[in-house]
């Protein structure tokens, strides 16, 4: 079947410090992939996506590259700020009748001043 | 401005009741979603309506019902056959009404149901 799998957090960090969350899934086509970010008690928001092999979608400061021989889609940032804590979740999305996404279960990310 | 609004933002629901969660939209977006999200975990899929007057069961539909008769509009209503209904539920949209390679989901803030 078609899954994400994320590393399970808390991730705590310093400002400042270099930041990966880990994802990767497994799909029966060729899916496009996403992160969202949720803040606390909102909706999810798009960070980034990318549609094919060796894409690099990047927003904010936030990068992450489509690699489709190691079917993972990690997130990374140089340089974390207190307001990126979050929970970070990332999906696929396959051309099938419903294109729905399909989640990891999220990271919680918190960035200590 | 445009986007998706849904309301309440917090909903309680008492034994044996039906409770509906609004969801609406300006975008012009042609499908819509219903996602529920419970603690420490992903969205699941309730329903989908890629067009007005058609929706589609999702992955976790038992004890839920939606319409579609506007396409602005998704109302999600939890029964009292959902004997687990307390989630943040979380209504999306996009453009199209078929799936266009890497098509974004636009979510609403969320309802919060809780069950007295």
């Known amino acids: 079947g078609n899954s994400v799998t994320q590393m399970e957090g808390p991730v705590t960090l310093s400002e400042e410090a270099f930041l990966t969350i880990n994802c990767t899934y497994t799909a029966t086509g060729y899916p496009s992939l996403f992160w969202y970010v949720q803040y606390p008690g909102e909706g999810l928001q798009l960070l980034l996506k990318?549609?094919?092999?060796?894409d690099k979608g990047s927003n904010k400061g936030f990068e992450a590259t489509y690699r489709k021989e190691t079917t993972s889609f990690h997130l990374e940032k140089g340089s974390v700020q207190v307001s990126d804590s979050a929970v970070y979740f990332c999906?696929?999305?396959?051309?099938?009748?419903?294109?729905?996404?399909?989640f990891g279960s999220g990271t919680r990310l918190l960035v200590r001043p | 401005d445009g986007g998706i609004t849904q309301s309440p933002k917090y909903l309680f629901r008492k034994e044996g009741q039906n409770v509906t969660l609004s969801c609406e939209q300006n975008?012009?977006?042609?499908?819509m979603y219903w996602y529920r999200q419970d603690p420490g975990q992903g969205l699941r899929l309730i329903y989908y309506?890629?067009?007005?007057?058609?929706?589609q069961k999702g992955d976790i539909a038992e004890g839920y019902s939606v319409s579609r008769e506007k396409k602005e509009s998704f109302p999600l209503t939890v029964t009292s056959a959902q004997k687990n209904p307390t989630a943040f539920y979380l209504c999306a949209s996009r453009p199209s009404p078929t799936g266009l390679v890497g098509e974004t989901q636009y979510f609403g803030p969320g309802t919060r149901l809780l069950v007295l």
């Open positions: 999906a696929l999305a396959l051309r099938d009748s419903s294109y729905k996404l399909i």
């Open positions: 990318a549609t094919k092999a060796d």
């Open positions: 309506s890629q067009i007005v007057n058609d929706f």
């Open positions: 975008l012009n977006h042609d499908a």
